[in-house]
């Protein structure tokens, strides 16, 4: 998939995915959400202090691998960017 032809969620969307309220664990990087379920790192929808149904790009800075290893989960969707009031 194109990440272009992606749905995209609201990020009130992707906080229902967070491995509590719904089977699916998503986490978002960099506007791309990915299906992180299949991962045993990722059980009960949280990680080393992160929790799933959230953007993550903030906390990724301090994470201690790189961001090759969200090629291993299926991008499901895009993040709708969130609208800044003026």
């Known amino acids: 998939h194109c990440v272009n032809e992606l749905p995209t969620y609201t990020a009130s969307q992707l906080a ?8 699916e664990i ?4 960099c506007g791309t959400i990915y299906d ?4 045993r790192m990722w059980r009960e929808g949280r990680h080393y202090g992160n ?3 959230q953007d993550l790009t903030q906390e ?6 790189g961001e090759r290893v969200f090629k ?6 895009r993040l709708q960017p969130v609208l800044k009031r003026s």
């Open 60 to 65: 990724f800075e301090d994470a201690p691998h």
């Open 36 to 39: 992180v379920s299949s991962s």
């Open 26 to 29: 998503w986490v978002a990087y």
């Open 72 to 77: 291993r989960f299926k991008a499901v969707g």
């Open 16 to 23: 229902l995915r967070n491995g509590q309220d719904r089977e």
């Open 51 to 53: 929790f799933a149904g």
